[in-house]
């Protein structure tokens, strides 16, 4: 229970007057009839109900109670009622004394959650603030209570539910100190905790009171403690959503975004310490992972250590296994905060809990959590029910993920190492290690040019289902591809990373393709499978120049990688490497030598399968004359390969047969503005955005087509469709998808002429 504090009444709470007028009115009596049978005279009794008379004695507030027929709860409301009248009236407006408010630190970048308790406190009722350790809910909740104090004049309720504790407050006693705190004489408080609370409510039906319940347990503690009143404001701060309390509003608190994160810092470090270097302030609450109470420690460290710097200070936090040891400071410290938490879970979802940090991505399924965790499907659904009902664990808004917070993440991976065994943690790490290798060849697989169809064995129903899993787990296969290298899975791994050549091609800006054709590399070499090798070579070095634009690097290692397939007389690596070696140099001012190599490449090719291989061939050699500004050359070069897809589209799967037919047609677009055949142009452009559909562009994202749309139609002189391409582009700029440059996108709506 918090201290007692001073709380000037700014106005009266319920009267005693306005009570007895509803009992009476209720009761359907007169003044009269009311006068006859309590004894009063009728003037007492008009005195009383106009306020003009704060409250009767005590033996006459009696002898009404009888008269209006008033037992039980209502009776002692009546009563207490009464007493309260009569101290307002001898102390003359002094103060009053009420449990108050518990100390809290200032509050930062809380704003929408303070405006949205405030609309709560007009409404009245409950209002759950939910969230992590550390999150700031008691915080929240404190600022909240100071704001709107001055809304509920009969004064404010607060009490600490120790709700994580191994022995919570028990809801019997929470409510003996409120009533007490309420004016309740001890001897008149009841025993039990069903008529605690009856007369809990009973007292707060008339008052305008805000009750802070900070720290719940559960809703068995947390039901017998609320008001009630219509004109009352319970918040509840709990880390579990307490589902089964309603009716309730629930405000979810999340992290601070990045800003607010360092605004907090510079409260406790000041602010010539932040602006001295404000990229390690974003570093060091970057590695808080924007939590309050880290940065809160982190700050308080920092400010009673003036030798330190920010920079040393994000030097300590990089390091994951002293992290938790660094967010201690005097009595604030973050591990005791997640592991009263976790104690109070079930042993089964302790036991899920410290195994699912072996998952190395940021989000994860159900069922990979049933195969690192070793748990059915069925039973770890209930484990991660309890873990995000315990707030270590969220669901993400998106598809249902669920994730750790980076902190308890560390937590968990160290209760890991302290409780299972070595051989366990192998044993899950294997088991984790094969599910993600197969699921991911298994869906790559399904982007195989000649992948018409899903095989009996797949573990997916679609290719569209296989993109959406590659898409989901990506933060998992990619590091699951650098521990097996490291366990040396090699043939695994050369497998996983050739299936993803299929899926790689046209989503080079999506993910680190040269770590994840690094890996092919390195496992390929520790084999001695050379023809893997050159395979893989050729999607690394490629990766160079289309991921990271380093152009040089992908040239040396190209070039490289065509010399050892031609010694090893591997005439497909060879003739792919010569494709993709063009484009580096061609950045490098090599044209010529640019186009010797994807001319070499097409001429190769003539044995091929023509989705496989013949069409990129192509498509590559017509994108260097493209490239090179021969406009009528390519676009006579590409016309008829554009006739040969279209005949054969059927021969491959409906993924490819849209990248090509797209790819293709932007190709054929470009040369057609190259050779300002505007009109011709824009239909191309917008046929290309139509193929996309709804689908994320990848060789140039939709923004860019728009204004290439609405750029061709302006100088077709069609200002309308050019001016609603550019809208539409200026619209998307904002979309993490359009990948858009605002800035040009209004320099060509500039340039559009007013109708």
């Known amino acids: 229970m918090v201290g007692v504090t001073e709380l000037r009444e700014e106005t009266p709470g319920p009267s005693f007057g306005h009570t007895l007028l509803r009992y009476r009115t209720a009761a359907g009596l007169s003044q009269r009839e009311l006068a006859l ?66 100390a809290a630190p200032a509050l930062v970048g809380r704003d929408d959650e303070l405006g949205l308790l405030s609309r709560a406190a007009r409404a009245g009722g409950t209002t759950i603030v939910i969230g992590p350790p550390g999150v700031g809910k008691t915080s929240l909740a404190v600022a909240a209570a100071e704001r709107l104090k001055v809304q509920f004049p009969d004064g404010c309720l607060a009490i600490d539910l120790r709700g994580v504790d191994d022995h919570p407050v028990p809801a019997a006693l929470a409510l003996e100190r409120m009533l007490t705190a309420l004016g309740v004489p001890s001897g008149r408080i009841p025993p039990g905790e069903a008529e605690r609370s009856s007369l809990f409510r009973a007292l707060m039906r008339d008052r305008r009171v805000l009750v802070l319940l900070d720290n719940a347990a559960d809703e068995s503690q947390v039901l017998p403690l609320l008001a009630g009143g219509e004109h ?143 748990v059915s499907p069925e039973e770890v659904e209930a484990q991660l029910e309890e873990l995000v009902e315990a707030s270590l664990l969220t669901v993400t808004t998106e598809r249902m993920r669920l994730q750790f917070h980076d902190l308890v993440r560390l937590f968990a991976q160290e209760r890991l190492a302290a409780e299972e065994a070595e051989d366990v943690r192998a044993q899950l790490r294997d088991a984790l290690l094969t599910h993600v290798l197969r699921r991911a060849t298994a869906a790559s697989e399904l982007f195989r040019a000649k992948a018409v169809g899903v095989p009996r064995d797949s573990p997916f129903r679609s290719p569209g289902e296989a993109k959406d899993w590659l898409e989901q787990e990506s933060t998992t296969w990619i590091p699951v591809l650098r521990q097996a290298t490291e366990a040396r899975r090699y043939r695994e791994v050369v497998d996983c990373t050739w299936a993803l050549y299929n899926y790689a091609h046209g989503r080079e800006p999506m993910y680190p393709w040269t770590d994840v054709f690094g890996c092919g590399v390195r496992a390929a070499r520790e084999l001695g499978d050379q023809k893997a090798e050159v395979n893989l070579l050729s999607q690394y070095g490629t990766c160079f120049h289309w991921n990271q634009g380093d152009s040089e690097r992908a040239r040396d290692v190209l070039l490289e990688t065509v010399a050892l397939a031609e010694e090893i007389g591997h005439h497909w690596g060879a003739m792919i490497t010569h494709s993709a070696v063009g484009w580096p140099l061609l950045s490098l001012g090599e044209p010529e030598e640019a186009q010797r190599h994807v001319d070499l490449a097409l001429e190769m090719s003539e044995s091929y399968d023509f989705f496989e291989t013949r069409f990129w061939m192509h498509i590559g050699s017509g994108g260097i004359r493209l490239a090179t500004g021969r406009f009528g050359e390519a676009l006579a070069f590409l016309t008829p390969l554009l006739a040969e897809t279209t005949e054969r589209i059927g021969e491959t799967n409906q993924e490819l047969a849209g990248k090509t037919m797209t790819l293709l047609r932007m190709n054929i677009a470009d040369c057609l503005s190259g050779l300002e055949r505007w009109q011709e142009a824009a239909e191309q452009y917008h046929e290309v955005i139509r193929l996309f559909g709804t689908e994320r562009p990848t060789y140039r994202s939709r923004v860019e087509l728009l204004v290439c749309e609405g750029t061709a139609w302006r100088h077709a002189g069609d200002f309308q469709r050019a001016r609603e391409c550019l809208t539409r582009a200026l619209e998307l700029c904002d979309d993490p998808t359009g990948r858009g440059d605002r800035k040009a996108v209004e320099a060509e709506l500039a340039l559009v002429p007013a109708e």
């Open 232 to 374: 009352c404001l319970t918040i509840v701060t709990c880390r579990r959503s307490l589902a089964g309390v309603e009716p309730a509003q629930r405000l979810v608190l999340d992290m601070l975004a990045e800003q607010s994160a360092v605004d907090l810092l510079t409260t406790i470090v000041g602010e010539d310490v932040v602006l001295g270097d404000p990229d390690a302030a974003r570093e060091v609450v970057g590695l808080c992972g924007n939590l309050p109470l880290a940065v809160r420690i982190v700050g308080n460290r920092l400010a009673t250590r003036r030798h330190w710097s920010l920079s040393y200070l994000a030097g300590q936090l990089r390091d994951e296994h002293r992290r938790l040891d660094s967010l201690a400071a005097g009595d604030l410290r973050l591990r005791p905060a997640f592991e009263l938490s976790r104690r109070r879970l079930s042993p089964a979802a302790q036991e899920v809990f410290r195994r699912l940090a072996l998952i190395p991505g940021a989000h994860f399924s159900e069922e990979l959590a049933a195969v690192v965790t070793g």
């Open 37 to 102: 049978a309590s004894g009063l005279s009728v003037r007492a009794l008009r005195e009383l109900e106009h306020g003009r008379a704060a409250a009767a004695q005590e033996k006459s507030t009696e002898l009404l109670a009888t008269a209006l027929g008033l037992t039980g709860d209502e009776r002692e409301s009546f009563l207490l009622l009464a007493r309260e009248g009569r101290r307002r009236s001898s102390l003359s407006g002094t103060t009053t004394m009420l449990y108050g408010l518990p």
